[in-house]
């Protein structure tokens, strides 16, 4: 997984780093709306760009895509 895009995203959502390194949310549910929120639009401009974008998309592709940009189940 792509620690860094998480983190990014975590930290846009409200997260708060502490001085030990551990990562704090305060208010969970909101946090999470904005979270989601955020990997959604994230998701959507993969798809919205010009370079990626196609007439006819399959389910897989488009999997594969959002897999491969964050960084899920990619060998590293």
């Given amino acids: 997984m792509n620690e860094q895009k998480v983190k990014e995203l975590v930290l846009a959502a409200g997260a708060e780093y502490h001085f030990s390194g551990d990562i704090v ?27 990626t974008s196609r007439y006819e998309v399959d389910g897989n592709w488009i999997a ?13």
């Fill in 25 to 51: 949310v305060n208010h969970v549910e909101t946090f999470a709306k904005k979270l989601i929120e955020l990997t959604m639009r994230e998701c959507a401009e993969i798809f919205g760009q010009e370079e």
């Fill in 64 to 76: 594969k895509t959002i897999k491969q940009y964050f960084g899920i189940g990619v060998e590293e």
